[in-house]
């Protein structure tokens, strides 16, 4: 693009969005995409090198085979009926037989033949159904949202007309208000919008919904989601691109238009834009989701379960024309064969090859995966809808289990519409809708969960807790630093392992430096001579709760360590050393501080401008303050609660930003992002917060700060000692030492915070009163400038009292860990997908239960040759690291495959992921046999190229908190309720269209090993049941061979309708009976095999397996004959005996 065209761009003014306009064009690109649907890519089938491969490649045994052998057994069955109606006597057949007999032989043909057309069309449709793929699952939820819009709109319409004031939101979805899990990182955007004649916000919504002409906002790091330019200069930024960091950002920063020297910023400056990663507002040139509805879905890939099918249809098709030709061979070397009754004999060389043939056996292979996949969903639907708390009975399952397959069934057969018309006409409608989607039949729910063999969590979210909880406190003491270790706690009443939350696997970052609570460092040589902590403890196990009230005036007896909470301990922790009380004057102002700083405050008085421009309205959107948890989890813990600080007063908050610091985070690549700051990805990051507070008993001002210990320590002069009231000097030597270790805490992932105190002399009285409910101050001293030049708000909060530092950390979910143990027995291997580094990762990976010694980690972010990596994890002794060779990056990763070994294949953690170098290495994982489960959040599009990429992806709603399972501790924030329900469905379908299901909360992912284990007990049921049908049917072509060699003179007469009775009925449903058998003990700790597609079974497992079948199969088909031996001679000996007594020498001789 020229620049005659950006300056074009610029100039034209495009008003925003409304709401209703934004629906208005999005309804207009899905109704384009409905009427002109892309077309599709057909898959290139690889040639056959064999012609019988392709007559059952085809489908030929069925359409072919199977209906000439029913048409050729009609056919010899009219002829022989229409012989012995019109000519007993001299036909062709020599028909002389009862009448029935030949009657009951054209009922068995009609019925054949009726089974041989009924499974051509439910092949057909079952071929259909696979070929469509995911295109309907895709339309039919762009039919329901357009329908919901369409409704909408009459609403709407005849509120109109009733002379009603028109709703922007229908009354069906205000109810509701949503919390897009994720930032502009992973795909959530934040969206300028008008909404009826009201000024517009800026609002957080998926990517999908964005749309032409939506004024969207970007920062440093983001991914461009779709062709958009900038509303400022008309640069165009395509889709996909990422806005990296780079020395043209830092120029950027260095020309905006930043006062110099220490200053302050008004709350809704304009200044804060690009104090926010560079913010820019871009516009929308192209709705997203017309892309990524024309993707491609991922590959098909044949589970083993397929294979060893196609392998059996062709042995048993083989063996069928034996047994035919077998039988025609016995049957015309007979000398007085002519002259025999041919009617009664020529069936039997058929009925013997169509027990072989595919004439029943593809609508009972149907039957066998409709009812493990109704099997499969009966057992995940309490974790997927809303009303999962709720009691399931027995009864109540089976009926769900019915609805699922009659659902199932619709689905394959493509009968859904049909499905959906006759509950409504039943009136059974409460019970459909509350079903999950059925998986589509290419996705072969059943062939392969089963055998699933890496189970790998791809969002963060689902793997950690939303909020940090305590660490470590380390603050001055009479010693030294003291550093006081933080634990969870429990019930008095819990034992210890149920508590137990977390587990200790492998070497951590215990060091034996800081292995003990109660470890401090020698004061006999100054504070900068301290050695450094490197290291920070694990969580260790729960203990006992006990509650310290610093408003408790008794002596520091046991009652400080017996009054037990009432309260709920869920989130309570506590200090781990016993004598913590002694540090308790040390430990109150921080208390204070964590209580104060999490406090509810009031809304911040509205801008006094009349109207707002956009990017005012963007500074009101960024510059929120974080919400830290476990600042609150502290104070609690140091004895304080809410109604304790009733008599502190806020009066004013200064947010100060460190331009030296900005910089630097302008400089550092998403990888290096902490888990608080990625989860606050958007926000405005101030440096440290300063609370100017009154108390309302002495009227005396307190100063109360917290922040990064950078900004902090540079603010203090001074440090307490509270052991004994004792403040001392704070050198820089003594800054050196403490930053240093609080450096080290921030590389292995922990939010660290310092915090300071100060009081204010009532001389500032009138300064503290001018100064507004928030203001920002901006420290933008270069070297070369002084620091005297400030602005009066920075004398306030200058030359503090050093207090101590927080490290606090993000802890696995609970359910992790047993998900862990649980998939080690049954032979799944756990892969957790980290954005984060190597050192971030490691100890929350510790945590989870994933070994984290030698070659425990691959970092998917490739590395320059001769490049060093700050953040590789290290041990006591050496980089683990270097000395283990592991490969960075998926190019390193396939040759260190190739050439070295299978490490990366047997590793759990991997890190510096993307979303496109997870799929990556999903693909090498099914390149070497893994069938993958990838679980990731439903509402994410990005995680749709994941889904496509993985043999079986579940995805996992936690949009909407589920029913009776308070899941409002994972709620941050919540988005403009302005958004709708049918837009949220469209999100989150379109997002898991490759999912098998949908479930709700992440704590719903604990339940996946009893859905893989009802998988398992499924599909071996279902195995049993289809085994038992071959073997039947092989014992039953033996039968007839044997029959048709028989050594009497007299064969033996087969029934025609008794066969088809056998074949027909009696087998499968006796096979079906199976199908329903419950799980073994042993499922869950058998391994799964691998899928590898040149290996059908296992060594010398096919012979075996054939053998057994055959030998099994051989005594059912020889004792009927034995039988017929002895009741043949019975009836000679009785009704013959003078024909024994002339030719055989008499019974007595017998």
Not at 61 to 87: E, K, M, P, T, W
Not at 947 to 956: E, H, K, Q, R
Not at 1005 to 1019: C, K, T
Request: glycine content about 4%; some cysteine.
């Amino acid at each position: 693009m020229n620049k005659s065209d950006e300056d074009s761009g610029c100039n034209q003014q495009q008003q925003p969005l409304s709401w209703r306009g934004a629906r208005v064009k999005l309804r207009e690109v899905l109704d384009d995409f409905m009427e002109n649907p892309p077309q599709k890519q057909e898959h290139k089938v690889k040639a056959s090198k064999f012609l019988f491969d392709l007559w059952f490649k085809w489908d030929m045994d069925v359409y072919a085979g199977s209906f000439l052998a029913s048409f050729a057994f009609l056919l010899i069955s009219s002829l022989s009926l229409s012989s012995r109606l019109n000519h007993p006597d001299t036909a062709l057949f020599n028909a002389s037989a009862d009448i029935s007999i030949y009657r009951n032989q054209v009922a068995a043909a009609a019925i054949i033949m009726t089974c041989c057309l009924l499974s051509g069309v439910a092949v057909v449709r079952r071929r259909n159904a696979s070929a469509k793929d995911l295109d309907p699952s895709k339309r039919r939820a762009i039919s329901k949202y357009l329908s919901a819009m369409r409704k909408e709109n009459s609403d709407i319409s005849s509120s109109l007309n009733s002379g009603s004031h028109p709703l922007e939101i229908p009354d069906v979805c205000t109810e509701n208000t949503t919390d897009f899990v994720g930032t502009s990182l992973s795909g959530i955007y934040p969206v300028f919008r008008t909404s009826g004649g009201e000024p517009g916000n800026w609002v957080k919504i998926p990517d999908l919904l964005l749309v032409q002409g939506d004024y969207v906002a970007l920062q440093i790091g983001d991914i461009v989601p779709a062709d958009c330019r900038s509303s400022k200069t008309g640069k165009r930024l395509r889709s996909g691109e990422s806005l990296v960091r780079s020395a043209s950002a830092g120029k950027a920063f260095a020309s905006a238009p930043l006062p110099l020297g220490r200053s302050s910023i008004e709350q809704d400056s304009r200044a804060l834009l690009p104090l926010c990663n560079l913010f820019d507002i871009f516009i929308v040139e192209e709705a997203p989701v017309l892309a990524f509805l024309q993707r491609s879905s991922g590959r098909f890939r044949s589970p083993q379960v397929h294979r060893q099918l196609y392998d059996i249809r062709k042995v048993m098709y083989g063996f069928s024309v034996l047994v035919f030709g077998i039988c025609v061979i016995c049957i015309f070397c007979r000398p007085t064969i002519f002259s025999a009754d041919l009617s009664l004999l020529l069936h039997a060389p058929i009925l013997g090859a169509m027990a072989g043939l595919p004439i029943l056996s593809p609508i009972f292979l149907m039957v066998l995966e409709m009812l493990g996949t109704a099997r499969i969903l009966s057992t995940a639907h309490p974790y997927a809808t809303k009303n999962s708390c709720d009691v399931k009975t027995n009864e109540s399952k089976q009926n769900r289990m019915s609805w699922y397959f009659i659902a199932t069934a619709a689905s394959r057969l493509l009968l859904t519409d049909l499905f959906d018309k006759l509950c409504k006409l039943v009136g059974n409608e409460e019970d459909y809708t509350s079903l999950m989607p059925i998986p589509a039949a290419s996705m072969c729910l059943l062939e392969k969960l089963g055998v699933a063999t890496a189970f790998t969590v791809v969002d963060d979210y689902l793997a950690c807790e939303t909020d940090s909880i305590p660490q470590q406190l380390l603050i001055p003491s009479a010693n030294g630093l003291k550093l006081l270790d933080i634990c969870p706690t429990y019930d008095e009443g819990e034992t210890e392992d149920e508590s137990s939350g977390r587990k200790r696997t492998g070497s951590g970052f215990e060091s034996p430096e800081s292995s003990d609570s109660e470890d401090t460092f020698n004061r006999s040589t100054p504070i900068s001579q301290i050695t450094p902590i490197k290291r920070f403890k694990s969580l260790r196990k729960r203990v006992p709760i006990r509650r310290f009230s610093v408003s408790d005036t008794r002596s520091r007896g046991a009652s400080v360590a017996s009054k037990p909470m009432e309260e709920d301990s869920k989130n309570e922790v506590q200090f781990e050393d016993p004598l913590w009380w002694q540090h308790l004057p040390s430990l109150k102002c921080i208390g204070l501080t964590c209580m104060l700083i999490e406090r509810e405050r009031e809304f911040r008085p509205p801008s006094n401008k009349k109207s707002q421009t956009v990017e005012e309205k963007l500074v009101s959107h960024i510059a929120v303050e974080r919400r830290r948890k476990q600042f609150q989890l502290l104070g609690s813990c140091i004895g304080f609660d809410m109604e304790e600080i009733t008599s502190y007063k806020e009066l004013t908050r200064l947010q100060v930003i460190s331009c030296r610091l900005f910089s630097e985070r302008l400089k550092t690549h998403t990888h290096a992002l902490g888990r608080e700051d990625a989860r606050n990805w958007g926000k405005l990051c101030t440096d440290s917060t300063s609370l100017i507070v009154q108390d309302n008993v002495s009227k005396a001002y307190h100063l109360l700060t917290v922040g990064d210990p950078r900004v902090v320590t540079a603010l203090c002069h001074e440090a307490w000692q509270g052991e004994n009231a004792t403040i001392l000097p704070f050198s820089s030597q003594d800054r050196s030492s403490i930053l240093t270790t609080c450096n080290d805490w921030r590389l292995s992932d922990l939010d660290v915070a310092a915090f300071s105190y100060t009081p204010l002399p009532h001389n500032l009285e009138q300064v503290i009163e001018s100064c507004a409910s928030t203001k920002y101050l901006l420290d933008n001293v270069s070297k070369a400038m002084s620091k005297d030049n400030a602005s009066h708000e920075w004398s306030i909060i200058d030359s503090q009292i050093f207090m101590g530092v927080l490290a606090s950390s993000i802890v696995p979910r609970k359910e992790i860990e047993k998900l862990l143990e649980t998939f080690d027995e049954a032979g799944v291997r756990f892969v957790y997908f980290s954005p984060r580094n190597m050192r971030r990762t490691k100890e929350v990976a510790s945590q989870m239960g994933i070994d984290v010694a030698w070659n425990c980690a691959i970092s998917l972010r490739p590395l320059d040759e001769g490049e060093d990596d700050q953040y590789r994890m290290t041990s006591n002794y050496a980089d683990w690291d270097v000395n283990a060779k592991l490969p960075h990056g998926i190019v390193d990763v396939r040759k260190h495959l190739e050439e070295v070994d299978n490490v990366p294949l047997l590793v759990s953690l991997f890190t510096d992921v993307t979303k496109e170098n997870t799929s990556q290495m999903l693909e090498i994982f099914q390149e070497y046999h893994d069938t993958v489960i990838a679980v990731g959040l439903s509402h994410l599009a990005q995680n749709a190229g994941i889904f496509d990429c993985a043999d079986l992806s579940v995805g996992i709603d936690v949009l909407f908190a589920s029913a009776g399972k308070a899941d409002s501790s994972d709620v941050r924030e919540t988005t403009d309720e302005n958004i709708l329900s049918p837009e949220i469905d469209l999100v989150r379908t379109l997002s898991t269209v490759s999912c098998i299901f949908r479930l709700r909360g992440p704590s719903s992912v604990a339940y996946m090993p009893y859905i893989i284990a009802s998988s398992r007990a499924a599909l071996q049921a279902a195995s049993s049941a289809y085994s038992f049908n071959s073997m039947g049917c092989m014992a039953y072509m033996l039968f007839v061979v044997f029959s048709m060699c028989s050594i009497s003179t007299a064969l033996p007469i087969i029934p025609s309708l008794g066969s088809v009775l056998y074949l027909f009925v009696s087998l499968p449903l006796m096979g079906i009976s199976l199908a329903m058998t419950q799980q073994k003990p042993e499922g869950m700790k058998q391994v799964p095999p691998k899928n590898d597609p040149s290996q059908i079974f296992g060594k010398k497992e096919r012979f075996r397996a054939y053998l057994h079948a055959f030998l099994k199969s051989i005594f059912p088909a020889a004792a009927p004959q034995l039988l017929w031996y002895i009741a043949f001679v019975e009836i000679l000996l009785e009704s013959e005996p003078q024909f024994i007594d002339e030719h055989c020498g008499g019974a007595k001789s017998w």
